[in-house]
């Protein structure tokens, strides 16, 4: 990819629209950029944002949620773009917008510095071959199907976002914040990137992966509303006795009843399901430069050290040292 024909002080992203898109992906990621070039920021004018708006058609098109967006151009007469992100939603798999859309990126890709994607936004890169042999990601629901469709693309389940060469692959809606502000972190520094993150009032560097979002939702939206205070109960508790009698005590049930339900609900035990939730935390924590093994063993609940370097790396393939050097904050979204 050669570099994008824009000028020294300003870098234009361009975000594709669609009739029946996620409306956070889109909006996510630009208001980040609007907010680190907003006039009312205290962030260096350096290399402010221009946001456009690509739509397929010149037609106002409509989110999900009922949001009306007026495209500022379209794929026939776009221009040059400093960076290009693709949002998600299930309108962009009809009407055969993710082949328009795939076309388009190809033939823009040599002149775009970067490209990424937000949640199934992927749909509208991967077609092209671009992400080819590449480590991306997107939303958990859909990673089984991305990974089956396209079998070349190296699927992480797991990660808020993925940089690989010039292109990104977000998780997720939300994750799109995270992408966004990482972009502002390579062009503005990190400080650019703090201020605005707090100007949002969201977290700069989000830790940990979307299992320790999806499973814990899981276990609450499928469970009554008793199951539900559990669930959020001990993923609060990690380091408290999370044993199957203490859980049934909390939940107002027998031990033998708490243990069927939960196994009717998930297909796993709850002492399968408790180290998975503190394995999912040890790995946020382990993220984090100054973490310790064994102070993260012990936060999360483990009895000793041993018995966590023994289940991280059943679960993981890799022991808690060696995923901390290998992906410790220093290295997120590299």
Request: overall charge positive; some cysteine.
């Given at each position: 990819?050669?570099?994008?024909?824009?000028?020294?002080?300003?870098?234009?992203?361009?975000?594709?629209?669609?009739?029946?898109?996620?409306?956070?992906?889109?909006?996510?990621?630009?208001?980040?950029?609007?907010?680190?070039?907003?006039?009312?920021?205290?962030?260096?004018?350096?290399?402010?944002?221009?946001?456009?708006?690509?739509?397929?058609?010149?037609?106002?098109?409509?989110?999900?949620?009922?949001?009306?967006?007026?495209?500022?151009?379209?794929?026939?007469?776009?221009?040059?773009?400093?960076?290009?992100?693709?949002?998600?939603?299930?309108?962009?798999?009809?009407?055969?917008?993710?082949?328009?859309?795939?076309?388009?990126?190809?033939?823009?890709?040599?002149?775009?510095?970067?490209?990424?994607?937000?949640?199934?936004?992927?749909?509208?890169?991967?077609?092209?071959?671009?992400?080819?042999?590449?480590?991306?990601?997107?939303?958990?629901?859909?990673?089984?199907?991305?990974?089956?469709?396209?079998?070349?693309?190296?699927?992480?389940?797991?990660?808020?976002?993925?940089?690989?060469?010039?292109?990104?692959?977000?998780?997720?809606?939300?994750?799109?914040?995270?992408?966004?502000?990482?972009?502002?972190?390579?062009?503005?520094?990190?400080?650019?990137?703090?201020?605005?993150?707090?100007?949002?009032?969201?977290?700069?560097?989000?830790?940990?992966?979307?299992?320790?979002?999806?499973?814990?939702?899981?276990?609450?939206?499928?469970?009554?509303?008793?199951?539900?205070d559990v669930a959020?109960?001990?993923?609060?508790?990690?380091?408290?006795?999370?044993?199957?009698?203490?859980?049934?005590?909390?939940?107002?049930?027998?031990?033998?009843?708490?243990?069927?339900?939960?196994?009717?609900?998930?297909?796993?035990?709850?002492?399968?399901?408790?180290?998975?939730?503190?394995?999912?935390?040890?790995?946020?924590?382990?993220?984090?430069?100054?973490a310790t093994v064994?102070?993260v063993a012990e936060?999360?609940?483990?009895?000793?050290?041993?018995?966590?370097?023994?289940?991280?790396?059943?679960?993981?393939?890799?022991?808690?040292?060696?995923?901390?050097?290998?992906?410790?904050?220093?290295?997120?979204?590299?």
């Amino acid at each position: 990819m050669g570099p994008a024909n824009t000028t020294m002080n300003s870098r234009r992203i361009g975000i594709v629209g669609f009739d029946n898109l996620t409306a956070l992906d889109l909006v996510g990621p630009a208001d980040v950029f609007a907010t680190a070039a907003g006039p009312y920021s205290s962030i260096s004018k350096e290399m402010p944002y221009e946001v456009i708006v690509i739509g397929i058609t010149g037609r106002p098109f409509t989110s999900d949620a009922g949001l009306v967006f007026k495209p500022a151009c379209t794929l026939a007469n776009a221009p040059a773009l400093d960076t290009l992100i693709i949002p998600g939603g299930h309108g962009l798999r009809e009407h055969g917008n993710d082949a328009k859309v795939a076309a388009w990126v190809a033939s823009r890709a040599p002149r775009t510095r970067r490209i990424a994607s937000v949640c199934t936004g992927i749909y509208g890169i991967a077609p092209t071959g671009l992400l080819d042999g590449r480590r991306v990601t997107t939303h958990w629901k859909f990673t089984d199907d991305v990974a089956r469709r396209f079998p070349k693309l190296r699927v992480d389940p797991d990660a808020i976002f993925v940089k690989d060469g010039p292109f990104y692959t977000a998780a997720g809606v939300t994750a799109g914040i995270d992408l966004a502000l990482s972009l502002v972190e390579e062009d503005m520094g990190s400080q650019a990137s703090l201020a605005t993150a707090r100007l949002l009032v969201v977290y700069m560097k989000r830790m940990g992966g979307q299992e320790q979002f999806s499973e814990p939702l899981r276990f609450q939206t499928q469970s009554s509303d008793r199951f539900s205070d559990v669930a959020a109960w001990m993923a609060g508790h990690l380091h408290h006795d999370l044993s199957v009698e203490v859980l049934a005590q909390r939940a107002c049930v027998c031990p033998r009843h708490f243990t069927r339900r939960f196994k009717e609900a998930f297909g796993s035990t709850p002492a399968a399901f408790v180290e998975g939730l503190r394995l999912a935390e040890a790995r946020r924590q382990l993220s984090a430069d100054n973490a310790t093994v064994e102070g993260v063993a012990e936060s999360v609940g483990f009895r000793s050290s041993d018995s966590f370097r023994r289940a991280f790396e059943r679960r993981f393939g890799i022991t808690p040292s060696g995923y901390r050097g290998r992906f410790s904050l220093q290295r997120t979204g590299s």
